[in-house]
């Protein structure tokens, strides 16, 4: 059934005390891939998951002071976006002065959608992978807390890297240009609500380990990210890269003060440099060169997880007149796709406010037409060539590393690539689908996948799995209610959910659930 409208929920009768029955439903069991047996139910006390009776080992005399009936349905663990970036609007690359106005002034509504939207998809965790100015996402943080509006918890990254790296070279024309287009305010690094904190490029291990303790204690770091490339994406420019020792220790430092770390990676050289290190995950993929069967072995043998942001293609990979690109066979089927499946102006209406479709329009006209200037003036088409090229190499990294058995998550690094938000984990799924099967006859991705990428695995990687990411006790009540069936179809994972419980409570109900009262005898 297609939720067209969302009833977020106000006033909730049971108490934090009180002990609330889930039944009827089809409770997932996402670590085997299958649905518990059809007499399980749900307890859910306070916060959390209290017992699943039905399953052999849980409590079986608890009494429930209500009781709500699922009609059927099918209930998930609340989804994760593993990496997104909550400030910035991202309905547009290839802006117009008139988007830009448009973008400063209905930025803040159209944040406030991304974060309504995420709950509407089943989304009730997010980090944020990068942010200028620590402020914004810790007011919208604060907002969500109160119930101003409704929003998933948010855990919060701060860059840390040797000046001159990869994030911490914003002071330039280009760069400050773009973060301007992406609506991304330039603050100074060394101010303590930056979300980038430097270091001397000649830092020794205990300078390295300091930064990463300020990133905590000064601005309230929830996990840290590192930024890696030899060269800006865009001017090309070189770029300081940390020496090894520097990594080692910055990635110790995080482990030992119980954080993760998430690194962003676009080759090869840098995916061999984060597992050397013990980067907790890897964000993006290399598609430089070829991974070989020894990367996949140590990727795997460290425990390291990688979240591919498979979207960033659907906004950034197109057809350009002349290049061999243009004649892959993912090409084709991503310009298809796009064309066809998940169009523009689909995204745009579901997911964009009103005054902001314009520009997502905008956008794929003139990548369509090869009109590759942003504000007119400045060409990007050699951006674009590259990320065509990059995505041929690198999505058969994607496909070697699925078939090798590298652990998974879920993200899109919503905001920063146009046109993707934070809460389109739907359209991240669909493209896992359109580039891991490639033969209708040979499905190497499917429903019970899709659920524990966007579940348990997630979850790993942000470092929470001892609290959310399956059904089971002990656990925060976190609970997506779905229409169908996901291991058949994994584009039940994702999609608008019909009822939504956070913390235990009805935050969403679509479909009716009623609250029945338990009758004391």
């Known amino acids: ?4 409208e969302t009833h977020f929920v106000k006033e909730y009768e049971p108490d934090h ?9 089809r409770f997932v069991d996402v670590m085997n891939g299958s649905f518990f047996d059809s007499t399980v139910r749900v307890m859910i006390k306070g916060t959390t998951i209290a017992a699943m009776p039905g399953i052999e080992g849980e409590p079986i005399d608890m009494t429930p002071d209500y009781t709500i009936d699922l009609q059927g349905k099918t209930a998930i663990p609340g989804l994760f976006n593993t990496h997104c970036h909550v400030s910035a609007t991202g309905q547009t690359m290839l802006s117009s002065f008139k988007d830009i106005r448009l973008g400063k002034k209905h930025g803040g509504k159209q944040i406030e959608k991304d974060m309504s939207e995420c709950l509407i998809h089943g989304i009730t965790n997010i980090r944020d992978a990068y942010v200028e100015d620590l402020g914004i996402t810790k007011a919208m943080k604060g907002r969500i807390a109160k119930g101003e509006i409704p929003g998933p918890r948010i855990l919060q990254s701060v860059a840390i890297g040797p000046s001159g790296s990869y994030l911490a070279t914003f002071s330039s024309f280009i760069p400050r240009i773009m973060r301007i287009v992406l609506g991304v305010p330039v603050i100074d690094h060394g101010d303590e609500g930056a979300g980038v904190l430097e270091f001397p490029t000649d830092a020794d291990e205990s300078q390295v380990r300091d ?9 309230g770091a929830e996990a840290i990210k590192i930024g890696e490339e030899r060269k800006h994406p865009v001017t090309q420019k070189s770029l300081t890269m940390m020496t090894m020792g520097q990594f080692r220790a910055l990635v110790d430092q995080a482990r030992k003060r119980g954080l993760q770390t998430l690194m962003h990676c676009t080759s090869v050289d840098s995916f061999r440099r984060g597992i050397e290190a013990g980067v907790s995950s890897i964000s993006h993929f290399p598609g430089d060169a070829a991974l070989t069967p020894e990367d996949g072995e140590a990727f795997i043998e460290a425990g390291c997880i990688i979240e591919p ?4 293609a659907y906004g950034s990979c197109w057809k350009i007149r002349g290049e061999t690109s ?3 066979p993912d090409m084709e089927r991503l310009s298809e796709y796009r064309a066809n499946s998940a169009t523009f102006a689909e995204i745009a209406e579901e997911f964009f406010i009103p005054e902001l479709r314009r520009s997502v329009l905008n956008l794929y006209e003139k990548y369509s037409k090869g009109r590759f200037k942003m504000l007119g003036i400045l060409d990007l088409t050699k951006t674009v060539r590259e990320a065509a090229n990059f995505w041929s190499q690198g999505i058969g990294n994607i496909r070697k590393l699925h078939r090798w058995g590298a652990t998974m998550a879920l993200a899109n690094d919503g905001g920063v690539v146009p046109p993707c938000t934070p809460s389109m984990m739907d359209l991240e799924l669909a493209l896992f689908n359109l580039f891991l099967n490639q033969e209708p006859d040979k499905m190497v991705f499917g429903g019970a996948d899709a659920l524990k990428i966007a579940t348990i695995n997630s979850a790993r990687s942000m470092g929470l799995d001892e609290q959310f990411g399956t059904l089971e006790g002990g656990k925060v009540a976190d609970i997506a209610i779905v229409d169908g069936n996901p291991f058949e179809d994994f584009r039940v994972v994702g999609s608008r959910v019909a009822a939504l419980f956070m913390d235990g409570r009805i935050v969403i109900n679509n479909c009716g659930l009623r609250v029945e009262p338990v009758k004391k005898t």
């Open 1 to 4: 059934m297609k939720y067209t």
């Open 17 to 25: 005390e009180a002990a609330v029955e889930l039944r009827n439903g």
């Open 211 to 219: 930064a990463v303790d300020r990133a905590i204690d000064e601005r």
């Open 309 to 312: 942001t498979v979207s960033v």
């Open 326 to 328: 243009r004649d892959y």
